[in-house]
């Protein structure tokens, strides 16, 4: 509700917003990715990237993260009685170790820029450098946010599927 306020307040004003959209895809089987030219991560990163709008993706902790020590980072392995299995302790790596998922919540996040089209005037210049101004008319999204949750939801799964189906390809 908050979000959806903030939302109507800015289209009013004929502005616009960007915002970040976290997903978590659970379930994922351990082993998927490579660690040097098909990291997980990094074809998770290419497919959020491509998509409208994207303009930066974290995993796990990211770029808070970055201010951590190597002690407070690291996911220390253990047997988990609740997972009947071993796993990592805390998951900071955000499901992801050395480019491979390691059977954890995989999470990440993306963050997408205001649209570019106000509703309001805009300075601007014409190809001969002379100062112009432009009122764009017509419909025009506030934030792309919305309709991007369904698109990053997508994205991910079908990153996540082409993982599995190299893995298993690689297992025959």
């Known amino acids: 509700k908050e979000m959806e306020k903030l939302i109507l307040k800015v289209k009013s004003e004929g502005d616009t ?13 351990i082993g998927l990715g490579d660690p040097e030219f098909g990291k997980l991560h990094a074809q998770l990163g290419a497919a959020m990237l ?26 220390g392995f253990a047997t988990i009685k609740e997972k009947s299995r071993i796993a990592i302790q805390t998951n900071h790596s955000g499901g992801i170790q050395g ?45 792309v946010l919305p309709r991007a949750v369904p698109i990053v939801e997508s ?10 189906l190299v893995y298993n390809s690689k297992r025959m």
């Open 50 to 75: 491509s998509i409208n709008a994207a303009k930066g993706f974290e995993y796990g902790e990211g770029f808070d993260g970055s201010t951590w020590r190597g002690s407070q980072q690291n996911d």
């Open 17 to 29: 917003i960007g915002g970040i959209i976290t997903c978590v895809v659970k379930g994922c089987p």
């Open 155 to 164: 994205m991910a799964a079908m990153t996540i599927l082409d993982a599995l």
């Open 99 to 143: 480019g491979i998922s390691n059977g954890e919540d995989i999470y990440f996040r993306v963050a997408f820029k205001p649209v570019a089209t106000l509703l309001m005037e805009q300075k601007t210049v014409d190809i001969a450098g002379n100062e112009q101004t432009i009122d764009p008319r017509g419909r025009h999204d506030p934030c």
